[in-house]
């Protein structure tokens, strides 16, 4: 499996981004999808998650109302859409694929990795 994500960028606070996350592989319908981020001097944190159905959606409580995950299976691509950004979002942004149906938090629980996409909110 191979991820490619993208739309990374900067922003003022309070706007907003799209990121996508688009895999290779004919199963992507049974991957659980997720995002995690790192900021400057901070480990890696998770994000969201999406089961393979997209009927389930799990998020870390900082995004929670303010960001949305999804998919499109047509497209093998995932999506984050963030929106009311903060300066304390800034990170850069990594998606994962876990070929369990498990919605899983932990860095650990994936088997595949995206190159980051680097996000800036300016205050």
């Known amino acids: 499996v191979q991820l490619q994500a993208s739309g990374g960028g900067l922003v003022q606070a309070g706007g907003s981004l799209r990121l996508s996350c688009a895999a290779s592989g004919r199963a992507f319908r049974s991957y659980t999808m997720g995002w995690f981020r790192q900021a400057p001097g901070k480990e890696r944190e998770f994000v969201a998650a999406?089961?393979?159905?997209?009927?389930?959606?799990y998020y870390v409580d900082s995004v929670k109302g303010r960001f949305t995950i999804s998919r499109d299976s047509a497209k093998n691509t995932v999506y984050l859409q963030m929106n009311s950004l903060k300066p304390e979002d800034t990170a850069v942004y990594y998606c994962?694929?876990?070929?369990?149906?498990?919605?899983?938090?932990?860095?650990?629980?994936?088997?595949?990795w995206g190159q980051g996409t680097l996000v800036t909110v300016s205050s």
């Open positions: 999406i089961s393979g159905s997209g009927g389930n959606t």
């Open positions: 994962a694929a876990d070929l369990s149906p498990r919605l899983v938090v932990t860095l650990e629980g994936y088997d595949y």
